[in-house]
């Protein structure tokens, strides 16, 4: 089992940075991807962005390409997304995910471990 805790999150204006973290402990020895998901109110879970744990390959949806940078601490077992000139848009519940095979997935039932996830709130 892998467990994934999310902090950083909360209340920015458009324009603004703020960063978000995901500490996995337990077995994380398994964990071969880390991805970041996103759920606004009314709205289905989105894929924001992907890391491989190993090679550290990367994969973003499209709306956030060039805002946000996801990276990885394979010696804290964190992972990070950066979000950068942020829009009431991206306003939502951010989860983290892990899974243990090793692909750059945007489905979410691709991913076996989930965090209990943090808000981000950009207002206009």
């Known amino acids: 089992q892998v467990q994934l805790v999310e902090s950083g999150g909360g209340l920015v204006q458009a324009g603004d940075s703020l960063g978000v973290s995901c500490a996995a402990s337990?077995?994380?020895?398994?964990?071969?991807?880390m991805a970041w998901f996103r759920q606004a109110p009314g709205k289905e879970r989105e894929f924001v962005a992907a890391?491989?744990?190993?090679?550290?390959?990367?994969y973003y949806v499209q709306s956030v390409k060039g805002r946000f940078t996801i990276s990885r601490d394979n010696a804290k077992n964190t992972m990070y997304l950066q979000m950068n000139s942020l829009k009431p848009e991206d306003t939502a519940v951010y989860y983290c995910?892990?899974?243990?095979?090793?692909?750059?997935?945007?489905?979410?039932?691709?991913?076996?471990?989930w965090g209990q996830g943090t808000q981000v709130t950009v207002s206009s």
């Open positions: 995910a892990a899974d243990s095979r090793g692909r750059l997935s945007a489905r979410s039932n691709y991913y076996d471990y």
């Open positions: 337990g077995r994380t020895s398994t964990t071969a991807t």
């Open positions: 890391i491989t744990w190993t090679a550290g390959n990367t």
